[in-house]
C-alpha cells in the first residue's frame, strides 16, 4: 500500500464510497443527502490542510482517503484534525491504520502538538478502537450528540493524542 498526496484525478475513486459512507449516515456528521460537488470541497482541502490516499501499488485502486490540518484557528492552530474514509471493500486491511499513522507523522512533523477528532460516534467501535490502539484517548462525550439511523441517539466523542 503506498500513502501519497491526493490530487483532482483520484476524487472519481474517492466519491463513490464517501458518498456510500455518508449516505449510510452511520459514521459522519455531514447531511446524508451531501452533493458531490460540496463532497469535493470538504474533502480536498487546500494548504495548511492537505488530502491523501491509500493506493494499492499493484491494481492503483484507492483504498481509503484521508484529510488533516488545523483543527483550530488563530492561537489554537497547533491542534491538528483529520478524517478518515476506508473503502468498504478495502475494510480489515489495515488501511485506516495506515492512514492514521501517516497522518500522525505528518502532523508530528508539522509542528503541530496534539491532534483532536472532534466528532467520533461512539457506536463506531472499530474506529474507537483504533484511535485508542494508536494513542488516543476520550477525552469528553456529548451524550445523544448523533442521531444514528438505527441505533437512535449515540454519543459523540471528543478524542485527543499529544503528538
Not at 490542510?49 to 501499488?57: C, F, N, P, Q, S
Not at 460516534?121 to 485508542?132: G, M, Q
Amino acid at each position: 500500500m503506498l500513502i501519497r498526496e491526493a490530487t483532482a484525478a483520484d476524487w472519481p475513486a474517492i466519491w463513490p464510497f464517501l458518498h456510500d459512507i455518508v449516505a449510510a449516515g452511520e459514521t459522519y456528521t455531514y447531511p446524508r443527502d451531501l452533493g458531490e460537488e460540496q463532497a469535493r470541497s470538504l474533502w480536498l482541502l487546500k494548504p495548511p490542510g492537505r488530502t491523501v490516499v491509500a493506493v494499492d501499488e499493484a491494481t492503483g485502486a484507492v483504498l481509503g482517503s484521508a484529510k488533516s490540518g488545523p483543527n483550530h484557528m488563530g492561537p489554537a492552530s497547533h491542534i491538528a484534525g483529520a478524517s478518515f474514509m476506508v473503502a468498504p471493500a478495502a475494510g480489515g486491511r489495515g488501511v485506516g491504520r495506515a492512514l492514521g499513522e501517516h497522518v500522525l507523522a505528518w502532523a508530528r512533523a508539522e509542528g503541530y502538538r496534539a491532534m483532536q477528532f472532534n466528532a467520533v460516534v461512539e457506536s463506531n467501535t472499530r474506529a474507537v478502537a483504533l484511535w485508542k490502539s494508536l494513542g488516543f484517548e476520550i477525552v469528553g462525550t456529548l451524550p445523544e450528540g448523533f442521531r444514528h439511523p438505527t441505533l437512535g441517539y449515540v454519543g459523540l466523542h471528543i478524542m485527543h493524542r499529544r503528538l
